[in-house]
């Protein structure tokens, strides 16, 4: 009975989404992607119970007549669409979430270099576009949506468009994935002066407690930038307020103080 109702789901999930669908008799005489689907369950009901060869066999009768290569081991969620069918591979441990959306051409397959699980995960509400190939055992994430043509290589987090070769994400939950504002970005060395400028108040006030105020003209004095400026220029420039200066003025105002 679950058989049925599931094939029931499908066929409305292609009347509801194909605009060129007119009833569910006629996609169950006329598309393909009902009929791999009619032929998979079956196929993986015996793969799952060791009858292997005759899994094999009906997955193979079904590409004959479809077009579509499903491995009878893959797992295939509620209301899959496989729109037009012709040249879709669904490799052996793909699995497949519900309301997923499959165009011609795509590709559930591995890169060749892993053993066990191979294939990709993919999630609910997903839609691969005509001629995407996914190749190797990563997950990609609900609402995703993958451009026609992709090669998606590696994981894809919820809510993405991935699109080009190798697959890039393009979009996430609708907003560009470059969302960076080109003209008001962040100053670094503007943030650096801030905090050395705080800094330097804090450690005024402690000069001014502990040598008064004239520790703080002097170096006012010392510090303008066009004296610095022509140091520079002269390479007379050493440690502008270097510890030996610092301890000269202590030692004289220890002086002043005896
Ligand atoms: C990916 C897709 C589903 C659209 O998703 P979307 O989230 O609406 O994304 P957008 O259309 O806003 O496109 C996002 C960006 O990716 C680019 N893009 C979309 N599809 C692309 C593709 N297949 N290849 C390369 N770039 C693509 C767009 O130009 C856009 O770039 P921009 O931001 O520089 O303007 C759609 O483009 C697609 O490939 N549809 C094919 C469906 C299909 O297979 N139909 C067959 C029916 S027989």
Redesign the pocket.
């Known amino acids: 009975m679950a058989f049925f109702k599931e094939i029931h789901e499908d066929i409305q999930a292609v009347v509801k989404q194909d605009p060129a669908a007119r009833n569910g008799f006629e996609v169950l005489m006329c598309y393909p992607g009902i009929w791999a689907l009619i032929w998979h369950r079956p196929a993986h009901w015996l793969h799952n119970h060791k009858i292997k060869m005759l899994a094999r066999v009906i997955s193979q009768l079904s590409r004959w007549f479809t077009g579509i290569e499903i491995h009878p081991g893959a797992k295939i969620g509620r209301r899959c669409v496989i729109?037009?069918g012709m040249a879709i591979i669904i490799g052996e441990t793909s699995e497949i979430g519900d309301d997923v959306t499959i165009?011609?051409g795509v590709t559930l397959g591995g890169t060749g270099k892993d053993t066990g699980k191979r294939h990709p995960t993919i999630g609910n509400r997903v839609?691969?576009?005509?001629?995407?190939k996914v190749l190797g055992p990563f997950k990609v994430g609900d609402d995703v949506?993958?451009?026609?043509?992709?090669v998606v290589l590696k994981e894809v987090p919820d809510g993405c468009?991935?699109?080009?070769i190798p697959g890039t994400i393009?979009?996430r939950n609708?907003r560009?994935a470059t969302d960076l504002d080109q003209v008001d970005l962040p100053d670094p060395v503007a943030v650096e002066l801030e905090c050395l400028r705080r800094r330097i108040v804090e450690l005024e006030k402690v000069l001014i407690n502990k040598f008064g105020e004239e520790s703080i003209i002097q170096c006012e004095k010392d510090c303008q930038y066009a004296n610095i400026a022509q140091e520079i220029e002269e390479g007379t420039v050493d440690q502008i307020y270097d510890e030996v200066h610092l301890s000269e003025e202590r030692k004289e105002q220890e002086d002043e103080n005896i």
Do not use: L, N
């Open positions: 729109d037009h165009y011609q839609v691969i576009s005509t001629g995407a949506k993958i451009g026609a043509g992709s468009t991935v699109v080009g393009v979009r609708g560009p």
